[in-house]
Nanobody
Framework: EVQLVESGGGLVQAGGSLRLSCAASGLTFDNYAIGWFRRAPGKEREGVSCISRSDGSTYYVDSVKGRFTIATDKVKNTVYLQMNSLKPEDTAVYYC??????????????WGRGTQVTVSS
């Protein structure tokens, strides 16, 4: 049974930081692209960050470059998204995804249920 459980979301003031965690079980990290997506109310789903399955390269949407960092810890079977200098426009539900395809393609795979991030001004 594959399970992905996100945690670490919450309410923070603009300029603050959060670290999101995605605890994975029932799969190996080797055969997936690993990404974080977010969805704000009334807006389209947006890819935030991704780790390539082919060479481990990392990618970020322009709006978070220099502020967010994606990382994995295989010993703990966990994926992280470190978020610094948070802005109100970062407010969304954040999802981790283990994708059968590659970064930039349709994100078919295993999804967590999400964790809420709210940034106040």
């Amino acid at each position: 049974e594959v399970q992905l459980v996100e945690s670490g979301g919450g309410l923070v003031q603009a300029g603050g930081s959060l670290r999101l965690s995605c605890a994975a079980s029932g799969l190996t990290f080797d055969n997936y692209a690993i990404g974080w997506f977010r969805r704000a109310p009334g807006k389209e789903r947006e890819g935030v960050s991704c780790i390539s399955r082919s060479d481990g390269s990392t990618y970020y949407v322009d709006s978070v470059k220099g502020r967010f960092t994606i990382a994995t810890d295989k010993v703990k079977n966990t994926v992280y998204l470190q978020m610094n200098s948070l802005k109100p426009e970062d407010t969304a539900v954040y999802y981790c995804v283990f994708m059968f395809s590659e970064c930039g393609m349709d994100p078919v795979g295993y999804w967590g249920r999400g964790t809420q991030v709210t940034v106040s001004s």
